[in-house]
């Protein structure tokens, strides 16, 4: 299928726009190339302290200089759900290393928070500045230059984008990412849903609302509603940094086993010296981002990755920007229905045909490059076939044509919505972005005088003291920048502003700040740029300004006499950040770049 000259269009865009800056990035990887065994650089003591720890048999394959070593960073810990599971992979992957005759040894270790335990607390600060330690952390895993292939132990979050950047410092290895997989279903999401609103009306109790989240959260696996940390696995697919189909393969089955041992033995195959050498530079090109771009749109993925996208694209020399985000939303029709796009799972969006049912109808369109190398091969036709095990070994057969349950997922004929999911707000107030998936159509347009407050908390406090304007209204909470606080998610609004629109109310938030990867149906425009901190327009507004949310046309503007309004002094906040580690990232919150560029601090 020829492609779509519109994303053809965007994609050329996009390497013009980061020539020099790609060609910078390919000469560094090009230096660092080597076809033989990185170990066999190291002088003698080096040497011995790369494989004084391993077995004996070990150090005798180490010895030989010739075969891989696979060095693994891990972001394991047992508070994450997600990545509880992979507590003992280092040992099935050693074991899968020797087997083709290579060895493996952990490189490292990468902090992993859980944005569902921090959410509304003082911890989530530090948790979009986790994905820029995340990537230092991975840099100084591999940084001994011992390893001729890296997997990636990652899942949720900042964790996967954190990953990548790292792994980008060592483009001229082959580096595979290796998922654990989601938990089973539990409570259907739409009750949960019910349940935390009826909990911010003060409805039922907090016996009621903990009952109902253990019932959602009740075991190992990443969280089964489509936020961030699914949106990770799906990106990891489209990009072609995963084996083929195995995203959301349960943790602790056989099949998860096989796809684990498949990653290792394509590391081994794929090292500079293996028999089928590859580097990371060769899949992490424009295309592969443009890909995975078209598949958070197709698929209505979190708003996190109008972050973690060009983040991650600048650390392989790609420039990035909301606007090319907004353009292909334009040109990719919606084809899933998560939640909380939608009532489903992870788990029945996987079972209806997935990942690989999606890119099958984008490419029967010209909505993805196929042009594209993964770390499985050439093209993206593997990754749309399904992985099963046959006489105990892994296979791939073909999806069923048919979508299994087209309130889920749908065919390209047949979309949800002509448009993806995602927005870029521009006005007078600056730049945004808004997800509108979830959001009615009736509920994207919003004019209505603003309530302002300067924190989530204040927003709450005055909600529960029945302190908000009657009628329609739209929710301002600024100083929630990168620079103010770190950028928290206000996932903590969710249920109280989604009780209002249950009224029959219109609501909006405008902020600064970013929302859960799992916000829903209250039209937003976050990541506001400039924020407050810096002096943004968000800073000069006043309870009872008349704002404009209009989704559909992608603009945020302030109404009214606008020279008066941005001659007006800006509001002046001075955060606290003080206690639970959030003091140590003073530096970051320094010298961290703007929201539409990544919010990161490398660059």
Request: a negative charge; glycine letters at 10%; hydrophobic letters at 45%.
């Amino acid at each position: 299928m020829t492609l779509n000259p519109a994303l053809d269009a965007i994609t050329q865009r996009i390497a013009a726009r980061s020539a020099t800056l790609r060609a910078q990035f390919e000469a560094r990887t090009e230096r660092y190339k080597t076809t033989e065994p990185r170990r066999k650089k190291l002088s003698c003591a080096n040497y011995a302290h790369v494989v004084a720890a391993s077995t004996e048999n070990d150090k005798l394959q180490a010895a030989l200089d010739t075969v891989p070593n696979i060095g693994v960073v891990t972001a394991y810990n047992d508070m994450l759900s997600a990545h509880q599971p992979y507590h003992n992979y280092p040992e099935k992957i050693l074991k899968a290393a020797r087997k083709v005759g290579a060895t493996s040894q952990v490189a490292g270790g990468v902090p992993a928070m859980c944005d569902g335990v921090t959410q509304g607390r003082g911890g989530m600060e530090l948790s979009l500045f986790s994905r820029d330690v995340i990537a230092m952390s991975a840099a100084i895993a591999l940084s001994h230059d011992a390893f001729d292939a890296a997997l990636m132990l990652g899942v949720c979050d900042k964790i996967v984008p954190g990953l990548v950047i790292g792994a980008l410092s060592f483009a001229h290895l082959p580096v595979i990412f290796v998922p654990a997989g989601p938990m089973s279903s539990g409570l259907p999401n739409p009750e949960k849903a019910r349940i935390r609103t009826l909990y911010a009306r003060g409805e039922v109790g907090r016996d009621a609302l903990l009952a109902a989240e253990m019932a959602s959260y009740h075991g190992v696996g990443t969280c089964t509603f489509y936020g961030t940390a699914n949106s990770n696995q799906m990106l990891m697919e489209m990009m072609g940094l995963h084996v083929p189909g195995s995203a959301f393969i349960h943790p602790h089955t056989e099949l998860r086993e096989a796809l684990t041992a498949a990653a290792v033995e394509r590391a081994a195959l794929t090292a500079a010296n293996g028999k089928a050498p590859a580097c990371l530079a060769d899949v992490l090109t424009v295309k592969a981002f443009v890909n995975g771009v078209v598949g958070l749109m197709a698929t209505g993925g979190s708003t996190n990755h109008a972050l973690h996208l060009p983040a991650m694209a600048r650390a392989a020399g790609i420039i990035l920007t909301p606007e090319d985000l907004n353009d292909i939303s334009r040109i990719v029709p919606l084809l899933a229905r998560v939640y909380p796009n939608g009532s489903a799972d992870t788990n029945h969006f996987h079972a209806a045909g997935g990942v690989g049912f999606v890119m099958r109808e984008l490419l029967s369109v010209g909505l993805l490059h196929a042009d594209v190398q993964t770390i499985w091969g050439e093209g993206l036709a593997d990754y749309c076939r399904e992985p099963i095990l046959q006489d105990g070994k892994v296979i791939w057969r073909d999806l069923p044509q048919a979508s299994g349950d087209e309130a889920v997922l749908r065919p390209i004929a047949n979309p949800f919505s002509v448009e993806g999911g995602l927005r870029e707000m521009k006005g007078n107030l600056g730049i945004a972005v808004s997800k509108i998936s979830a959001v009615k159509p009736e509920h994207q347009f919003i004019e209505a005088p603003c309530a302002v407050f300067d924190d989530q908390d204040d927003f709450l406090a005055a909600f529960k003291a029945g302190n908000i304007p009657d009628g329609d209204f739209i929710c301002v909470v600024r100083f929630q920048g990168p620079k103010a606080n770190g950028m928290p998610e206000l996932h903590s609004l969710t249920p109280s502003l989604s009780s209002l629109l249950d009224q029959g109310r219109k609501v909006a938030l405008v902020s600064d700040g970013r929302m859960s990867g799992a916000s829903g149906k209250v039209a937003s425009a976050i990541h506001l740029t400039p924020e407050a901190k810096d002096g943004g327009p968000i800073s000069k507004l006043r309870s009872g300004d008349v704002l404009r949310v209009d989704c559909e046309n992608g603009t945020l503007s302030f109404i009214g006499n606008e020279a008066s309004f941005l001659a007006r002094e800006p509001a002046v906040k001075e955060t606290e950040m003080d206690g639970l580690g959030r003091e140590l990232f003073a530096p970051f919150r320094r010298v961290v770049g703007a929201a539409d560029e990544g919010g990161a601090v490398f660059w």
